[in-house]
């Protein structure tokens, strides 16, 4: 992850927005006493805040893990799209 200091990232706004965009790599700025902070592009923030949503969740967090062993094991033969639908696609 690229660092700066706060007072380069506010001299060079666009170029850093621009930059973080293009390369969807995060940035942490530092430097302020009140503590650092990570730009991101929104639509990765987004996603980040739907996964964690996800995993919050322990029924989903539960399948996850269940297929992850599963896959691990060799005994996942994966789901239809009559078991997606129909919500049996959980264990």
Not at 15 to 40: A, C, K, M, T, W
Request: net charge negative; aromatic share 6%.
């Amino acid at each position: 992850m690229r660092t700066t200091r706060v007072s380069d990232y506010r001299s060079h706004l666009s170029g850093f927005h621009r930059q973080v965009l293009e390369d969807r790599e995060p940035l942490r700025v530092s430097g302020s006493n009140q503590g650092d902070v990570v730009i991101i592009p929104a639509d990765d923030f987004e996603r980040l805040q739907e996964t964690i949503t996800m995993l919050k969740d322990k029924a989903t967090l539960n399948s996850l893990l269940q297929t992850r062993t599963e896959i691990q094991e060799g005994t996942f033969h994966g789901y239809t799209m009559e078991d997606i639908a129909g919500g049996t696609a959980d264990k």
